[in-house]
């Protein structure tokens, strides 16, 4: 039931499918019962899933702490727990971004606190801070580290340049883009950087919100974020859910649900280590735990991603 990847030059031992915890973000997607959330991430870790992704942000720190109390019942040593730092938050909903050393240090400290941690596996820059030189970021880092804080670190949504820079400065062995078979921009240079540099990635969206898990019709109207979001509206909406479902003959010769099939098409990309999976529930990531180790014929994927092209 095991099915692990080796995380680029980390070397960490991961699942192929990581577990997304933005869900428990209500300001996006609306109230999420804890108590469904940890029984999601038990489940999580009985299907073979050992990789866990949140961020300080989600939910204003609400994410870490669920996840917190429910990874307390696992073993520490056999899951691999992903945080990110960026968004400097405050009580009344204000937010902006802050990668300054004394921020990044003091918000490491109350992720432990927030996550019942005395480390994180992997510490991930959120976004490009603009305003701070990433010199002084990487140092924090790198003190973070020493400290025995955080085993290693990375970045997120950093355009090529950047990781370039990045990689300059320090030892980055993470990345976290966001990619999917409809959103495939990273294919021609971050993803190319990343397997020369040997950096693990892992991918977040990968249903594109739900978009691409084939239970959509292309009529449905949204309460949460995605009522904002052009591809959840119109005749797009439509032709993408269309598409999805018309990839069922396919998901059946591998006796594969739809949302198997996304993401072992997303995974069979030779840069791409693992598919962060957004879960509201215990089914879903049972499902998507399906898909590790499943492989696809040259003919059908290059099928999907054209089937995909709308
Ligand atoms: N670094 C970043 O900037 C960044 C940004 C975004 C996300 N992330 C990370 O990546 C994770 C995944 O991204 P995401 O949440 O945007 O997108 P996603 O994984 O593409 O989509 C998640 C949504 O798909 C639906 N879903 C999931 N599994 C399903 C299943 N088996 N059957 C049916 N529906 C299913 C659920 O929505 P419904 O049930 O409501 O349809 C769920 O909320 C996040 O949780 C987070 O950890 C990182």
Redesign the pocket.
Known sequence: MCCRVRFGKSGLSVSPICY????LSPRY?GELPAEQFKKAIHRAFDVGVNFF??ADAYGDGLSEQVLGEALADLPREEIVVAT?VYWHFYPDGRRHPDLSADYIIRECEQSLKRLKMDYVDIYLL?AYDPLTPLEETTEALEKLYRAGKIRYYGA??FTVEQMRYACKLGNYVAL?P?Y?LIDREIEKDLLPYCAIEDIGVFV???????LL?G?YQGTETFEDFRKNLPRFQGEKFKQITDAVRGLKPIADKYQMSL?QLILAATLAHPAVHCA?????NAS?IE??AGAMGKSIEREDYFAIRNALNV
């Not at 977040?204 to 739900?210: E, K, R, T, V």
């Not at 962060?276 to 509201?280: D, L, N, T, Y």
């Open positions: 997304g915890s933005w869900q997607w992704d949140t990110k959120h997120s949504n976290q966001r999917s977040f969206s990968p249903l594109y919100h739900g898990t239970k949302v962060i999976v957004g879960i509201k879903q499902e998507a």
